[in-house]
Protein backbone atom coordinates (compact mmCIF):
# COMPACT_ATOMS: atom_id res chain seq x y z
CA UNK A 1 0.00 0.00 0.00
CA UNK A 2 1.16 3.23 -1.01
CA UNK A 3 1.73 6.34 1.19
CA UNK A 4 0.26 9.30 -0.27
CA UNK A 5 1.55 12.56 0.40
CA UNK A 6 -0.70 15.74 -0.16
CA UNK A 7 1.86 18.22 0.82
CA UNK A 8 4.34 16.51 -1.63
CA UNK A 9 1.90 16.42 -4.17
CA UNK A 10 0.91 19.98 -4.08
CA UNK A 11 4.55 20.80 -4.13
CA UNK A 12 5.19 19.01 -7.40
CA UNK A 13 1.59 20.69 -8.78
CA UNK A 14 3.58 23.94 -7.90
CA UNK A 15 6.57 23.13 -9.65
CA UNK A 16 4.61 21.57 -12.80
CA UNK A 17 2.39 24.60 -13.34
CA UNK A 18 5.44 27.10 -12.81
CA UNK A 19 7.27 25.11 -15.69
CA UNK A 20 4.15 24.78 -17.96
CA UNK A 21 1.54 26.81 -17.09
CA UNK A 22 1.03 28.67 -20.63
CA UNK A 23 0.60 24.90 -21.71
CA UNK A 24 -1.80 23.93 -19.18
CA UNK A 25 -3.74 27.49 -19.41
CA UNK A 26 -4.25 26.94 -23.41
CA UNK A 27 -5.55 23.33 -22.82
CA UNK A 28 -7.93 24.79 -20.08
CA UNK A 29 -9.31 27.88 -22.11
CA UNK A 30 -9.80 26.23 -25.56
CA UNK A 31 -11.28 22.89 -23.66
CA UNK A 32 -12.85 23.51 -20.66
CA UNK A 33 -14.06 27.18 -20.62
CA UNK A 34 -14.79 28.21 -24.18
CA UNK A 35 -17.12 24.92 -24.55
CA UNK A 36 -18.50 25.40 -21.20
CA UNK A 37 -19.45 29.01 -21.99
CA UNK A 38 -21.48 28.09 -24.80
CA UNK A 39 -23.29 25.24 -23.28
CA UNK A 40 -24.14 27.94 -20.36
CA UNK A 41 -25.78 30.29 -23.18
CA UNK A 42 -27.54 27.78 -25.05
CA UNK A 43 -29.33 26.03 -22.03
CA UNK A 44 -32.94 27.17 -21.54
CA UNK A 45 -32.93 28.57 -17.61
CA UNK A 46 -35.84 27.42 -15.39
CA UNK A 47 -37.26 26.99 -12.11
CA UNK A 48 -34.88 26.27 -9.64
CA UNK A 49 -35.38 21.89 -9.46
CA UNK A 50 -36.42 21.92 -12.96
CA UNK A 51 -34.67 20.45 -15.77
CA UNK A 52 -34.88 22.17 -19.11
CA UNK A 53 -37.14 20.93 -22.24
CA UNK A 54 -35.76 18.18 -24.44
CA UNK A 55 -34.00 20.52 -27.25
CA UNK A 56 -30.90 21.56 -29.24
CA UNK A 57 -29.17 22.36 -26.06
CA UNK A 58 -28.71 19.02 -24.99
CA UNK A 59 -26.60 17.76 -28.08
CA UNK A 60 -24.36 20.78 -27.01
CA UNK A 61 -23.97 19.62 -23.75
CA UNK A 62 -22.81 16.25 -24.90
CA UNK A 63 -20.20 17.48 -26.90
CA UNK A 64 -19.03 20.06 -24.42
CA UNK A 65 -19.13 16.81 -22.06
CA UNK A 66 -16.81 15.09 -24.65
CA UNK A 67 -14.82 18.41 -25.08
CA UNK A 68 -13.75 18.29 -21.54
CA UNK A 69 -13.08 15.29 -21.48
CA UNK A 70 -10.84 15.58 -23.78
CA UNK A 71 -9.16 18.41 -22.07
CA UNK A 72 -8.89 16.70 -18.61
CA UNK A 73 -7.14 13.95 -20.13
CA UNK A 74 -4.60 16.01 -22.10
CA UNK A 75 -4.08 18.09 -18.86
CA UNK A 76 -2.78 14.89 -17.15
CA UNK A 77 -0.89 14.26 -20.30
CA UNK A 78 1.30 17.25 -19.69
CA UNK A 79 1.09 16.76 -15.89
CA UNK A 80 2.75 13.63 -16.14
CA UNK A 81 6.01 15.57 -17.02
CA UNK A 82 6.55 14.54 -20.37
CA UNK A 83 7.88 16.51 -23.13
CA UNK A 84 4.87 16.90 -24.82
CA UNK A 85 3.37 19.61 -26.93
CA UNK A 86 -0.12 21.35 -26.41
CA UNK A 87 -1.30 19.21 -29.80
CA UNK A 88 0.09 16.34 -28.88
CA UNK A 89 -1.34 16.07 -25.57
CA UNK A 90 -4.94 17.31 -27.04
CA UNK A 91 -4.25 14.10 -29.97
CA UNK A 92 -3.32 11.80 -26.66
CA UNK A 93 -6.96 12.99 -25.50
CA UNK A 94 -8.83 12.28 -27.76
CA UNK A 95 -7.30 8.84 -28.49
CA UNK A 96 -8.30 7.91 -24.99
CA UNK A 97 -11.36 9.77 -24.83
CA UNK A 98 -13.66 6.59 -25.25
CA UNK A 99 -12.62 4.64 -22.90
CA UNK A 100 -12.41 7.21 -20.11
CA UNK A 101 -15.53 8.23 -21.39
CA UNK A 102 -17.05 4.69 -21.24
CA UNK A 103 -14.84 4.16 -17.56
CA UNK A 104 -17.31 7.63 -16.03
CA UNK A 105 -20.48 6.29 -17.94
CA UNK A 106 -20.23 3.10 -16.10
CA UNK A 107 -19.82 4.15 -12.17
CA UNK A 108 -21.93 7.62 -12.83
CA UNK A 109 -24.42 7.13 -14.76
CA UNK A 110 -26.00 4.65 -12.95
CA UNK A 111 -26.01 6.13 -9.55
CA UNK A 112 -26.93 9.69 -11.05
CA UNK A 113 -30.05 7.91 -12.19
CA UNK A 114 -31.03 6.54 -9.02
CA UNK A 115 -30.38 10.11 -7.80
CA UNK A 116 -32.75 12.04 -9.82
CA UNK A 117 -35.27 9.17 -9.80
CA UNK A 118 -35.20 9.41 -6.33
CA UNK A 119 -35.13 13.84 -5.82
CA UNK A 120 -38.31 13.36 -8.13
CA UNK A 121 -40.47 11.17 -5.87
CA UNK A 122 -39.40 13.10 -3.16
CA UNK A 123 -40.89 16.50 -4.37
CA UNK A 124 -44.18 17.65 -2.98
CA UNK A 125 -46.85 17.12 -2.63
CA UNK A 126 -46.56 13.30 -2.14
CA UNK A 127 -42.90 13.30 -1.01
CA UNK A 128 -41.66 9.15 -0.35
CA UNK A 129 -39.99 8.60 2.29
CA UNK A 130 -38.40 5.49 1.19
CA UNK A 131 -36.51 7.49 -1.89
CA UNK A 132 -35.62 9.39 0.70
CA UNK A 133 -33.87 6.56 2.23
CA UNK A 134 -33.02 5.48 -1.62
CA UNK A 135 -31.60 9.08 -2.67
CA UNK A 136 -29.47 9.54 0.72
CA UNK A 137 -27.90 5.78 0.03
CA UNK A 138 -27.04 7.18 -3.28
CA UNK A 139 -25.32 10.27 -1.96
CA UNK A 140 -23.02 7.71 0.13
CA UNK A 141 -22.43 5.88 -2.47
CA UNK A 142 -21.49 8.21 -4.29
CA UNK A 143 -19.13 10.19 -2.66
CA UNK A 144 -17.35 6.62 -1.80
CA UNK A 145 -17.00 5.86 -5.33
CA UNK A 146 -15.83 9.37 -6.45
CA UNK A 147 -13.05 9.34 -3.74
CA UNK A 148 -11.91 5.58 -4.69
CA UNK A 149 -11.40 6.58 -8.15
CA UNK A 150 -11.00 9.78 -8.14
CA UNK A 151 -7.74 9.05 -10.02
CA UNK A 152 -9.44 7.28 -13.02
CA UNK A 153 -8.56 10.57 -15.56
CA UNK A 154 -4.69 10.25 -14.36
CA UNK A 155 -5.18 6.48 -15.26
CA UNK A 156 -6.74 6.31 -18.41
CA UNK A 157 -4.07 9.28 -19.46
CA UNK A 158 -0.88 7.11 -18.56
CA UNK A 159 -2.13 3.68 -19.16
CA UNK A 160 -3.19 1.77 -21.76
CA UNK A 161 -6.28 0.72 -20.05
CA UNK A 162 -9.94 0.16 -21.40
CA UNK A 163 -12.74 1.23 -19.28
CA UNK A 164 -13.00 -1.34 -16.43
CA UNK A 165 -9.23 -1.28 -16.34
CA UNK A 166 -9.52 2.26 -15.92
CA UNK A 167 -11.46 1.77 -12.72
CA UNK A 168 -9.60 -1.42 -11.06
CA UNK A 169 -6.39 0.30 -11.44
CA UNK A 170 -7.53 3.63 -9.93
CA UNK A 171 -9.68 1.09 -7.35
CA UNK A 172 -6.61 -0.36 -6.36
CA UNK A 173 -3.62 2.28 -6.09
CA UNK A 174 -6.36 4.70 -3.95
CA UNK A 175 -6.33 1.82 -1.06
CA UNK A 176 -5.71 3.34 2.15
CA UNK A 177 -5.88 6.73 1.35
CA UNK A 178 -9.47 7.29 1.38
CA UNK A 179 -9.54 9.60 4.04
CA UNK A 180 -6.76 11.71 2.58
CA UNK A 181 -8.34 11.88 -0.55
CA UNK A 182 -11.67 12.79 0.85
CA UNK A 183 -10.50 15.52 2.36
CA UNK A 184 -8.72 16.87 -0.60
CA UNK A 185 -11.83 16.06 -2.77
CA UNK A 186 -13.66 18.30 -0.28
CA UNK A 187 -11.39 20.96 -0.32
CA UNK A 188 -11.38 21.20 -4.10
CA UNK A 189 -15.52 21.43 -4.12
CA UNK A 190 -15.57 24.26 -1.55
CA UNK A 191 -12.67 26.22 -3.44
CA UNK A 192 -14.56 25.69 -6.42
CA UNK A 193 -17.93 26.90 -4.68
CA UNK A 194 -16.22 30.13 -3.39
CA UNK A 195 -14.55 30.94 -6.30
CA UNK A 196 -18.41 30.64 -8.37
CA UNK A 197 -19.86 32.83 -5.72
CA UNK A 198 -16.78 35.55 -5.97
CA UNK A 199 -15.63 35.57 -9.38
CA UNK A 200 -20.12 35.23 -9.99
CA UNK A 201 -21.24 38.09 -7.33
CA UNK A 202 -18.61 40.64 -8.86
CA UNK A 203 -18.62 40.14 -12.05
CA UNK A 204 -22.41 40.08 -12.32
CA UNK A 205 -22.60 43.51 -10.34
CA UNK A 206 -20.00 44.86 -13.09
CA UNK A 207 -21.44 43.58 -15.97
CA UNK A 208 -25.07 44.52 -14.43
CA UNK A 209 -23.70 48.22 -14.60
CA UNK A 210 -21.86 48.42 -17.21
CA UNK A 211 -23.48 46.10 -20.06
CA UNK A 212 -27.23 45.92 -18.39
CA UNK A 213 -29.02 42.89 -16.80
CA UNK A 214 -27.79 40.03 -17.72
CA UNK A 215 -30.99 38.67 -20.11
CA UNK A 216 -30.03 35.28 -21.98
CA UNK A 217 -27.94 35.42 -25.26
CA UNK A 218 -27.01 38.95 -24.31
CA UNK A 219 -23.56 40.03 -23.84
CA UNK A 220 -23.80 40.81 -20.42
CA UNK A 221 -24.30 37.00 -19.97
CA UNK A 222 -21.80 36.52 -22.21
CA UNK A 223 -18.96 38.30 -20.45
CA UNK A 224 -20.70 36.46 -16.42
CA UNK A 225 -20.31 32.97 -18.11
CA UNK A 226 -17.33 33.16 -19.70
CA UNK A 227 -15.07 34.88 -16.86
CA UNK A 228 -16.71 32.26 -14.26
CA UNK A 229 -15.79 29.52 -16.68
CA UNK A 230 -12.29 30.62 -16.93
CA UNK A 231 -11.90 31.12 -13.34
CA UNK A 232 -13.47 27.68 -13.04
CA UNK A 233 -10.80 26.29 -15.64
CA UNK A 234 -8.30 27.55 -13.69
CA UNK A 235 -9.38 25.57 -10.24
CA UNK A 236 -9.77 22.68 -12.09
CA UNK A 237 -5.99 22.94 -13.73
CA UNK A 238 -4.72 22.98 -10.32
CA UNK A 239 -7.28 19.97 -9.52
CA UNK A 240 -6.60 17.69 -12.16
CA UNK A 241 -2.85 18.05 -11.74
CA UNK A 242 -2.64 17.42 -8.28
CA UNK A 243 -4.70 14.44 -9.24
CA UNK A 244 -1.65 13.04 -11.45
CA UNK A 245 0.53 13.64 -9.56
CA UNK A 246 -1.24 11.35 -6.33
CA UNK A 247 -1.30 9.46 -8.73
CA UNK A 248 2.09 9.22 -9.47
CA UNK A 249 2.94 8.77 -6.05
CA UNK A 250 0.70 5.86 -5.49
CA UNK A 251 1.62 4.13 -8.78
CA UNK A 252 5.47 4.70 -7.27
CA UNK A 253 6.30 5.90 -10.99
CA UNK A 254 8.59 7.39 -12.51
CA UNK A 255 7.64 10.97 -14.38
CA UNK A 256 7.68 9.57 -18.06
CA UNK A 257 5.20 8.55 -19.87
CA UNK A 258 5.91 4.96 -20.91
CA UNK A 259 5.61 4.19 -24.25
CA UNK A 260 2.67 2.02 -24.20
CA UNK A 261 0.62 4.62 -22.96
CA UNK A 262 1.45 7.17 -25.85
Not at 50 to 58: D, F, Q, S, T
Request: glycine share 6%.
Amino acid sequence: MAKLSISRAWDETRDVLGRDGRLLSTVAIALLALPSTVQNLVTPVTKPGELPPAGPWMIVLLITVLIGLVGQLAIARLALGSQTSVGEAINHGAKRLLPYFLAMLLWVGPIALLLFYAAQQMRPPTPSAAMAVLFLVMLILLIVLAVRLIIAVAVASAEPLGPIGILKRSWQLTSGNWWRLFAFLVLFIVAVFCVMVAVGAVIGILAGIVLGPPEPMSVSALVIALITQLAVAAVTVVFLVMLTRIYLQLAARNVTVPETAA
